[in-house]
């Protein structure tokens, strides 16, 4: 199988359709749920499909051990690549090296200045043009709305489309229908993509629902959900 | 003869600048082993005891592991300094591999870095069981409780507190002793007495509560303690002990020990979790492999009546000549006896046995199990294995990596020269991966090792130690060359020209070895696949393609360094029954493998050296811009507290010079490691140039 056709039969491309062609540069989007349903791996997912594509992502984690969100990396790659029949598959694989940047901040140390700072010396002078930066476990529902604000205006003014998993940090929380904590509620004017990932006991699956679009009437089924075994995106 | 349950072998292991010599200065002298402390870089221009090269004096790096003996409390200590510098990472592992236990030195300020992983593999490696001493507590900035939270981390261990420091940075005091919950002071101008109080108020609340951290994690190790927890009971200081000793014995516990070795701190409490938690000889197991039973592995027992076994692990070229460092395994190793090296099936008898202290030596009569002692004018090899009476065994080898750099080297004059040949058997003796050959077309005397820094340190000893002056070339990177497609190869050699004929035609294909995504295992460098049927090739002349292949594997046709990568299968051929012989087929197998070569897309392979520069945030640019300009690739990238570290992967072609250029760009504050971490294809317009270089020099030969 060449990487065109692995690309263009991803059941991202599915999700991309309920968003009406992705997220898109300088926006913001958002994966919300509870603990445990499988963010990080939907996440690592979402921007392995940017690399396969031959894009460039920064992963941005937060108190993670940088070791261990590699091997995700490596992990989800071989769930979605069959690289026994994939064609060129170690230079394929050579692409979670070539473009793909790790960064990591204890979010209690380091100001949102400070991240946004690094980034932008890693995309001007460590010369990495950056087309997504996926933050994983960040605490946005803890966030100042102006540290949002901040960020979102770096996705613009760099031209990149800023993904971020959330779960909520406190526990006295109530879920929506779509999983999506009342936490979160502050942060919905900014962003521009929420969706929501719940567990559905009946179909055995987690749901993803976009509850969110720019200006659209919604919320609607994104298509695709959670495989419960590999925490992957299925159709 | 001496109580094996109170001796300890033990190494400090560490990444450089973390504080070790400091830290084994301060052991010899609160063991009374010497009278006066010298700092590494110490104004009295004395240097650290343990530091005894004079090389390693003026870096304030220790290079070679000094071993010293010493007596805490009435157990025997074998303390085995080893080098910080990833340059020399084969001398910490030759340490590990004599030793039965050790102690990880971390700094409370830089915590877990890269070499702090690698030596910990290592240990892994030869199943040492460790404690670690959080050192450096008074520097501003020391965290150690986000250091043992690093090592559960990254190096997956089962870190636990044995105490916790009183005040931190410039406010530290002592330690509070967590199992007998205690504070430890440490008076007098060198802090060697110990004054025990109560334990400060205001620390009472965590120190109870990792009190309890501690003995939940200790009672997976004794199920009397476990009940006692469970009951609810005080369990008795000694149980606790136990079972803290079991579970670091099975390397499922490492012990934490907190302090400042620069401020006479925390040292001696360490020493008692040495003697406490660390094995006595007999409590590891050592293995050999029985040369007379076809490499057999056999255990060695800590039997003082058995034959010897002895291994060398470190030579050194002394005043008196050659001085080698053994470790007793197995016998009693006693003044007159006559053993065996059994790599060279020598016979030879001790003559003078010493026990070393750094640098002062101290004759005895006899060493037994698990000594470290030493031995002088014994013409051996590091690594080899000394016996006694009828036995034939050799200590399993040592792991040694291949060296990445090469550099010419040429003597001034002719005393030089002879100088220069003893300088480099002594060091090539001493070390493996310090390795040289004459360049049979330039007839340069080439050394390789695995640094820049590894390199220079013996060229200056050369000077130092030999007094022989040389001048070195540039430092040269060791590429590789493969092939990157399959291809077909039919090949006839035919030479039937009067007197006795060569005939042999070999006919196949070669294809690239490649390693799957993911793999942990190395790929092979060579294959050999035989897959011809009805004799078209004669048996007997298979192992001769083999060997002709091997013979072309050996210097690539672009740059003239070894191939790499290639699986070779024939499938076809012919012979003749008189002109065909043994060198016929070896010469069309090299032939053969030249005509496929060609076609097989060869491309030139670097090594890629995994980096880790650390420093203020303020330099991250200066640090990413240095990785960028050198064809590196930043991995990653950790920030917190104002620091941050930088993880890359650089060709090594490109590092030369980087600790100068980092040093100016950032004030002299970020600093770097590097290690071998795979090898990588060139890029094509760097392959012309390496290509364009190496056709010159051909040129000029």
Excluded at chain 1, 165 to 182: A, E, I, L
Excluded at chain 2, 271 to 297: H, I, Q, S
Excluded at chain 2, 342 to 361: D, N, P, W, Y
Excluded at chain 2, 478 to 507: C, L, M, P, W
Aim: with cysteine; glycine share 8%.
């Amino acid at each position: 199988m060449e990487v065109r056709e692995l690309i263009s039969k991803s059941p991202i491309r599915v999700f991309e359709d309920s968003l009406d062609g992705g997220l898109g540069k300088g926006n913001l989007g958002v994966l919300v749920s509870q603990r445990g349903l499988g963010k990080t791996a939907c996440m690592v997912h979402l921007a392995l499909d940017k690399i396969l594509q031959d894009l460039n992502v920064v992963h941005v984690s937060f108190g993670a051990n940088v070791e261990h969100i590699m091997n995700w990396y490596k992990e989800v790659f071989r769930e979605i690549t069959d690289f026994r029949s994939l064609e060129d598959a170690v230079d394929v694989y050579e692409r979670i090296r070539t473009n793909r940047v790790m960064m990591n901040f204890s979010q209690e140390n380091v100001s949102v200045e400070n991240i946004i700072k690094s980034l932008e010396t890693l995309i001007r002078q460590g010369s990495f043009k950056a087309d997504a930066i996926f933050f994983d476990g960040y605490k946005l529902t803890v966030a100042a709305e102006e540290d949002v604000k901040k960020l979102k205006a770096f996705a613009k003014e760099m031209n990149v489309e800023v993904w971020f998993s959330v779960s909520p940090v406190r526990p006295d929380v109530s879920f929506d229908d779509y999983g999506v904590p009342n936490s979160m509620e502050p942060y919905k004017p900014i962003i521009d993509v929420l969706v929501g990932l719940h567990y559905n006991d009946e179909r055995s699956r987690v749901i993803m629902t976009v509850v969110k679009n720019g200006d659209q009437k919604l919320p609607r089924p994104a298509g695709v959900s959670l495989d419960p075994k590999t925490m992957l995106i299925v159709e | 003869m001496a109580d094996l349950s109170k001796m300890r072998n033990i190494g400090i292991s560490a990444h450089i600048d973390s504080g070790k010599t400091t830290l084994s200065e301060r052991i010899l002298f609160y063991c009374n082993r010497i009278h006066a402390i010298h700092e590494v870089h110490g104004k009295d221009g004395v240097g650290a005891t343990m530091d005894s090269m004079e090389l390693e004096r003026e870096r304030g790096i220790t290079i070679a592991s000094a071993a010293t003996s010493v007596n805490w409390n009435g157990y025997d200590i074998n303390v085995i300094d080893t080098p910080g510098h990833v340059d020399f990472t084969v001398e910490v592992e030759r340490s590990l591999r004599v030793l039965d236990g050790a102690i990880l030195v971390l700094c409370s300020v830089g915590g877990v870095q890269s070499q702090s992983i690698t030596v910990d593999k290592q240990m892994d490696r030869y199943h040492v069981p460790r404690i670690a001493f959080i050192n450096k507590c008074d520097r501003t900035g020391a965290n150690p409780l986000h250091v043992v939270e690093q090592m559960k981390e990254k190096l997956k261990l089962n870190a636990v507190l044995m105490d916790l420091p009183i005040g931190l940075e410039d406010k530290l005091e002592g330690v509070v002793d967590l199992l007998r919950m205690k504070a430890v002071y440490f008076d007098g101008p060198n802090g060697q007495i110990l004054r025990e109080e109560e334990v400060p108020q205001s620390m009472m609340d965590e120190c109870l509560e990792r009190r309890a951290m501690l003995i939940e994690a200790a009672s997976d190790f004794d199920d009397k303690l476990m009940e006692m927890v469970l009951d609810g009971e005080e369990p008795p200081v000694d149980l606790i002990e136990k079972a803290v000793r079991k579970g670091t014995l099975e390397l499922k516990f490492c012990p934490v020990f907190c302090g400042s070795a620069h401020k006479n701190k925390g040292v001696q409490v360490l020493l008692d979790g040495v003697c406490k938690y660390l094995p006595d000889p007999t409590e590891v197991e050592n293995r050999a492999l029985d040369l007379d039973d076809n490499e057999r592995e056999v255990l060695l027992t800590a039997d003082p009546d058995r034959p010897v076994v002895a291994l060398a692990f470190k030579l050194e070229d002394g005043q008196y000549g050659q001085l080698t460092y053994i470790r007793v395994y197995e016998g009693t190793l006693k003044k007159g006896d006559e053993l065996i090296n059994t790599r060279t099936h020598r016979k030879f008898k001790v003559g003078r046995l010493i026990k070393m202290h750094a640098s002062e030596m101290e004759d005895i009569n006899q060493a037994g199990c698990g000594d470290i002692a030493a031995l002088f004018g014994i013409d051996c090899a590091s690594g080899d294995t000394f016996c006694g009476g009828k036995v034939n065994y050799a200590m399993t080898s040592m792991f040694v990596p291949n060296p990445v750099i090469s550099l010419a080297i040429f003597p001034k004059d002719k005393k030089s020269q002879d100088n220069m040949s003893k300088a480099i058997n002594r060091f090539t003796k001493e070390d493996p991966t310090f390795q040289c050959y004459v360049d049979p077309e330039s007839n340069q005397t080439i050394i390789r090792g695995m640094g820049e820094l590894h390199l220079d340190v013996y060229v200056e000893r050369m000077r130092r130690e030999y007094k022989c002056e040389v001048e070195v070339g540039k430092p040269e990177v060791a590429y590789r060359e493969t092939i990157t497609r399959r291809a077909d190869f039919n090949y006839t050699h035919k030479k039937q020209t009067g007197g006795s004929g060569q005939y042999a035609r070999v006919a196949g294909f070669m294809e690239p070895i490649v390693a799957l995504p993911g793999a942990t295992e190395e790929p092979k460098d060579y294959d050999f696949i035989n897959e011809i049927k009805g004799g078209v090739i004669p048996t007997e002349y298979i192992p001769s393609c083999d060997k002709g292949f091997r013979t072309a594997m050996k210097k690539g046709p672009q740059l003239g360094f070894p191939i790499v990568g290639v699986a070779l299968t024939i499938n076809d051929g012919a012979y003749h029954p008189v002109d065909s012989s043994d060198m016929a087929f070896q010469t069309a197998a090299i032939g053969a493998f030249k005509e496929a070569f060609a076609k097989a897309s060869p491309a030139i392979l670097e090594p890629i050296m995994k980096v880790e520069i650390e420093g203020p945030s303020e330099f991250q640019g200066a640090i990413f811009g240095t990785v960028n300009q050198r064809r590196g690739m930043i991995i990653s990238s950790t920030e917190d507290n104002g620091n941050c570290v930088v993880d890359a992967e650089v060709p090594l072609a490109e590092m030369f010079g980087y600790s100068t250029v980092l040093r100016s760009m950032t004030q002299g504050k970020a600093e770097y490691t590097m290690e071998v971490c795979r090898y990588a294809k060139v890029p094509q317009s760097i392959a012309d140039d390496l290509k364009k270089q190496a056709a010159e020099k051909e040129k000029k030969k």
